[in-house]
């Protein structure tokens, strides 16, 4: 999506300002040869450009003019067969190339993309012509698009190209770094129409390095029954073949020995080292330091100042180290634990160490016990891996096991550890052990909780504090594995049970022998949740006057805890039931304050469900600006833990928001959103996706495709809903003209409003407007309308019950009633950004006019003097970003401008105004 967001911009600019110099530089592998091919398809889509791509060769890099040879046979000018002598002139080569391709070009109303891939391969002659060519060429039409390796040589045409680039205000320097982790989530939403986890994407990103090639190459060896499971899944299988003749080596193949194991100490690290440091362990392995070879040949770089050194970057790291054997490798990593301290150089000790002792032991012992009360869980626990791969004896891989499945149950992440599931099954019996192994195995994609199992433990006796924090906190897991899962209506005795553990478990944590349990013990806030979880139960349910009376207590119990993850867990909860019965406003507040904590505590178990319910309410309170902003900035995070539940409701989110607002493409996310479905358990608001669904319909004018969303075996089977998906259904059922079905269903709303199905997506007095003008019964219409529009709650919702109205006051006669209800429902949408229904609200404020017999004048002397000045840029083609230079001022004014003229002048387009301007020849203007 980035890539072609890229490719679309450069082309409209190129076209603005009638030409413009590109230059795409980056490593072997990035995509620059994927990218600038992009960029020719897009060009020889739009008509408007005449594209020809040519590419350099190394083995023709000796022989002059052999590229111009190469060049001018791709075809950018037709009936020239050009053949370099002994006595070509690369400027009247330039020259003449340079009048053949404008004189070709005379015959096209558009412009010329021309790109030279692998620009670094140029021959020395045909280098020089090109320097020619490029001003002459850049400012007449012409998009000039070069493709460079980097790094550039200095002295090399790829800096005199990419300098060229940056000097210049109108051109651009595109620099194609390693993908990110987002970037290869993002990607194989793309391709797949599913995103992974992140742990997944760094995955990826470890074994590629981040290349366009290498990532694409994964993705696409991904088959089709691994996609189909990838949004349920913890982890991704990787299938990637590393080439041994890889050119990120080559460099490195050719330095000196002394300066390939210095490259080496450094890629081994993992990290930048101060030159200070790689000096002194370069002086323990015995070998002298060659950091400035190094340095020049680019393998390495430095950092901050030139204080620190580091690999170029993390694919050439990746690769160098790699090369090192066991044996050699082993001493580096001492060398580098001397030099370092705390988690990189015990991280280094183990990866040093021989074997597994009492002395590494008790260092990593330490230094967990620190990590863990500092709630730095991740580094605790990649040293407690690198210490299990150590490990070779029973009783310390069942230490180092239970320890790092202990520090996972607290971060929540204990999907990371699944690879462990067969050796944990293979520990002495014991409540711990039985906890951690169904825990474990709860998180492998498609297990069922083992009930018979589970009701065993439970009903074991503890026979320590320890046993009896354990098996409490298991129970309240429990409580939580159920929400997750099919066997809804097994909770109540669930949570009856968790409560009366949890109520046996000891007051004081000095009690507890084990004090890596210690986080476990937090009584308070899971009694709390524990009714919460209650009343979403209870909410899921439809009994509203439960969940009424449930709130105010569970309430000033969650108010009085402290920042917390249990106090967050409660907000959430609460927050959800507060949608559930109206209550909005309290809930986006409620909301606002649980994302608020979470940059304050420890990962809660609604981290997702939070910035989901935030989202949601800023939907429905029409604040699509707000949304689309926070969905921006928290996308990424349904990746970073497993949060299957937020990741599809994100997705449905994006297609609900997009489709209303007409801006950004959502059509990746349609079909991740969809697997919403699959789930077989509900969280919050399982109907998104069907809302979405319908929406996106809706805004194409679907009504068939409304119908087929609201119904089928997803819509019939959701509990936990508010029936929103039905509020389409029965516009769609009217528009259908299958009113007998949808008066039946209106009048199923009408019983269960207010409890079972919400207003949030239209009123029941606009579906019942809606009915009755369909029936034919205008003056009950009329009545239903004027109740319809006093409900200001819901702006999206008001928005179409003015429209409505005003079509039905227009079609009855009462032109200047309808004009006033239509321009408010314009104003209604451009001030919530709803611009997929403004085009039907213009349009009938124009017919309004059309019907008065306005004049273009009378309408034009509505206008401010900024509004005039807006409508001549319009009439001259001018874009919204153009205005906004001219006038220097946001683009969002100018929006804001454009939106203004369009509501006073009725119109709805800007291709209007510019008619409207011709016929009223207005001299003002």
């Known amino acids: 999506m980035r890539r072609q967001a890229f490719v679309g911009n450069t082309l409209e600019r190129a076209k603005q300002q009638n030409g413009m110099l590109l230059v795409v530089d980056g490593d072997a592998g990035m995509g620059k040869t994927v990218l600038l091919r992009e960029l020719v398809s897009a060009a020889v889509a739009d008509d408007d450009w005449q594209a020809t791509f040519a590419r350099a060769d190394e083995i023709e890099r000796n022989e002059p003019y052999s590229f111009m040879e190469r060049f001018i046979a791709s075809g950018p000018v037709s009936d020239w067969h050009f053949v370099p002598d002994s006595h070509t002139n690369p400027v009247e080569l330039a020259r003449e190339c340079v009048q053949r391709l404008l004189a070709e070009g005379d015959g096209h109303s558009g412009g010329r993309v021309l790109v030279i891939d692998d620009a670094h391969w ?15 060429l850049i400012r007449r039409g012409t998009l000039l698009v070069f493709g460079v390796r980097s790094p550039n040589l200095p002295g090399s045409f790829g800096e005199f190209l990419t300098g060229l680039a940056i000097d210049s205000p109108l051109d651009v320097s595109h620099h194609l770094d390693p993908l990110t982790a987002p970037e290869i989530s993002a990607l194989t939403l793309e391709l797949h129409g599913v995103g992974i986890s992140d742990r997944s994407a760094r995955r990826i990103l470890e074994a590629t390095g ?114 090192v054997p066991t044996e050699r490798a082993k001493p580096m990593h001492l060398a580098l634990a001397a030099v370092t301290s705390g988690h990189r150089s015990l991280l280094h000790l183990i990866r040093g160490a021989d074997h597994w002792e009492a002395a590494l032991h008790a260092a990593v012992d330490t230094y967990v016990d620190a990590a863990v009360d500092q709630g730095r869980l991740a580094n605790a626990a990649e040293i407690l891996r690198e210490a299990l791969a150590l490990a070779t004896t029973s009783d310390a891989r069942t230490r180092l096991i239970e320890d790092l499945l202990l520090v996972h149950m607290q971060a929540k992440t204990s ?23 169904i825990v474990l195995a709860a998180h492998e994609v498609g297990r069922e909780l083992p009930a018979a199992r589970v009701q065993q433990l439970l009903a074991m006796q503890p026979a320590t504090a320890d046993e009896r924090v354990v098996l409490a906190y298991f129970a309240f897991m429990v409580v939580i594995l159920t929400m997750r899962s099919s066997e809804h209506d097994e909770l109540p005795q669930f949570i009856a049970l968790a409560q009366m553990l949890v109520a046996r478990m000891p007051d004081d944590p000095a009690e507890l022998s084990n004090p890596r349990i210690g986080w476990m013990l937090d009584k308070t806030g899971q009694l709390l949740l524990l009714d919460c979880y209650q009343m979403v139960h209870n909410q899921a349910h439809a009994d509203s006057a439960a969940v009424r009376q449930a709130l105010p207590g569970l309430i000033e119990r969650a108010e009085g805890l402290a920042d917390s993850a249990s106090k967050v867990d409660a907000f959430v909860a609460i927050a959800g039931a507060e949608v559930s019965i109206g209550a909005l406003d309290t809930a986006r507040d409620r909301a606002q304050r649980s994302v608020d904590l979470l940059e304050h505590v420890s990962l809660p178990w609604a981290a997702g469900t939070a910035r989901i319910i935030l989202l949601n309410c800023m939907m429905l309170q029409g604040d699509y600006d707000a949304a689309i902003e926070f969905m921006d900035l928290t996308e990424e995070l349904a990746y970073i833990t497993m949060d299957v539940e937020a990741r599809l409701s994100m997705s449905a989110l994006r297609v609900w928001v997009s489709a209303i607002t007409n801006e950004n493409d959502a059509s990746a996310h349609v079909e991740q959103a969809r697997r919403q479905r699959e789930m077989n358990w509900e969280g919050y608001e399982p109907d998104l996706t069907l809302i979405a669904d319908c929406e996106a319909s809706r805004a194409r004018g679907d009504d068939e495709g409304v119908l087929a969303a609201s119904s089928g075996q997803w819509a019939d089977r959701v509990r936990n809903t508010r029936h929103g998906f039905l509020t389409y259904r029965a516009e769609a059922l009217i528009h259908t003209s299958k009113l007998d079905e949808a008066k039946e269903l209106v009048d199923q709303l009408a019983e269960w409003r207010g409890t079972r199905w919400l207003e949030y997506w239209g009123t029941l007095d606009w579906l019942q407007a809606r009915l009755a003008e369909a029936q034919g019964d205008t003056q009950v219409a009329m009545w239903h309308y004027e109740a319809a529009v006093r409900n200001r709650a819901f702006p999206l919702a008001l928005g179409l019950a003015l429209t409505d109205y005003g079509n039905l006051l227009l079609q009855a006669g009462r032109r200047t009633q309808a004009a006033e209800r239509l321009d408010e429902a314009v104003r209604e949408f451009e001030r919530i950004g709803a611009d997929g229904y403004l085009p039907r609200a213009r349009t009938l404020l124009q017919q ?78």
Request: proline share 3%; net charge negative; aromatic share 4%.
């Open 122 to 136: 140029v021959d020395a002659e045909s280098e020089r012509v090109l320097r020619y060519m490029i001003p002459r």
């Open 210 to 323: 981040g290349t366009f090639l290498g990532v694409d190459s994964v993705l696409s060896s991904i088959s089709e029954r691994e996609i189909a499971r990838q949004h349920l899944t913890w982890d991704t299988t990787i299938h990637v073949t590393m080439e041994s003749d890889s050119p990120l080596l080559h460099r490195f193949a050719q330095l000196s020995p002394g300066a390939q194991v210095t490259s080496e100490l450094v890629c081994l690290a993992g990290h930048e080292l101060p030159r200070a440091s790689l000096r002194e362990a370069s002086e323990m392995l015995g070998s002298e330091l060659s950091l400035e070879e190094a340095l020049t040949a680019q393998v390495l770089v430095e950092s901050g100042y030139g204080d620190t050194i580091m690999p170029r970057h993390a694919l050439l790291a990746e690769a160098i180290a790699d090369t």
């Open 415 to 437: 999907y990371f550890a699944l690879d462990l599931l067969a050796e944990v099954e293979g520990l002495p019996l014991s409540i711990l052990h039985e906890v951690l192994g």
């Open 848 to 925: 309004t006019a059309e019907a008065h017999g306005g004049s273009g004048a009378a309408l034009l002397g509505s206008l401010t003097e900024r509004e005039r000045q807006i409508v001549a840029q319009l009439v001259k083609g001018r874009s919204n970003n153009q205005i906004a230079e001219s006038f220097v001022v946001s683009v969002a004014t100018v929006r804001s401008h454009v939106s203004n003229v369009l509501r006073k002048l009725r119109l709805s387009s800007r291709g209007e105004v510019v008619r409207l301007m011709r016929e009223a020849a207005d001299p003002q203007v």
